[in-house]
């Protein structure tokens, strides 16, 4: 990277320092995991839930998390460390990064108080030069991190490096919020987000997705969230009866429209895309 931009990395690592430094390590299970990704309208009323419990299943499904024994995963901007414990325990070797020192810290901690410290190998790098292998992934997940990734002017120099370490016709799936085509959910965003402002990041466009795609076979975009967006403001335990019902009406009214309906789909709330990488010639 340019001297500018290794600044500017540097500085965004530094804010995002500032954010886990408040992290607490607590081992994480197969079903403590399970149990925080389950969606909102799918758990006994009372329960937590998450709000984009549905979108993480989808992503973990397309990610292929049933058939991890014995593969190589990579968990791309992995935060500190939650997902990547949880692919060790379901049966892969996992490779994690992320550019902020104080989220690895956290993760390798977390691994080692979840009894799977030799099965991550986790490192502090910029996703625009991997310290990987070519070919080196059978899949690879990411949780939350394209829209901060599209903020660097260099952000399709981190697609090649991706596509780079992934095997040939492996699968990059990344499960991403910000979609942004639709105008209404811009004040919400920024209010939500105020706290991470000097991390940087903006909504995703289609031309960013596509941008990013370029090194890769196909790219597909599972849409979600039209007027059920409203969840995301909502306190999970505070999902209930009529609330509740409201809701699931929404989610379905949503599937419907965004099924049938291509116009509407600028206007969706969350994206899960998958990137897949070319077959081996021959």
Sequence with gaps: MTATLDTLATRRAAAYDGIYAGATVKPVTI?????????????????????????????????????????????????????????????????????????????????????????????????????????????????????????YPDFELAARELARVLKPGARAVFSEEPLGHNPLLAPVRLWRRRRYSDCGGRTLRYADIRAFGRPFARATMHHFNLLSQVKSIMRARSVRGAQRVLLRGMQRCDAWLLDNVPALRPLAGKVVIEFEKAEAPG
């Design 31 to 151: 079903e403590s995991f399970e149990r925080w990704a389950r969606f909102v309208l799918d758990v006994p009323p009372g329960e937590s839930g998450h709000p984009n419990g549905n979108e993480i299943a989808l992503a973990l499904r397309r990610f292929g998390v049933d058939q991890l024994p014995g593969k190589r995963v990579l968990d791309y901007c992995c935060g500190v460390g939650r997902t990547s414990v949880y692919f060790a325990l379901r049966g892969a070797s996992v490779s994690a990064f992320d550019a902020s020192p104080k989220a690895i810290e956290v993760a390798r901690r977390t691994a080692e108080a979840s009894g799977v410290a030799d099965r991550v190998r986790y490192g502090v790098m910029p996703a625009q030069a991997l310290e990987y292998e070519d070919n080196a992934f059978d899949a690879a997940y990411c949780q939350s991190a394209l829209h901060i990734l599209v903020d």
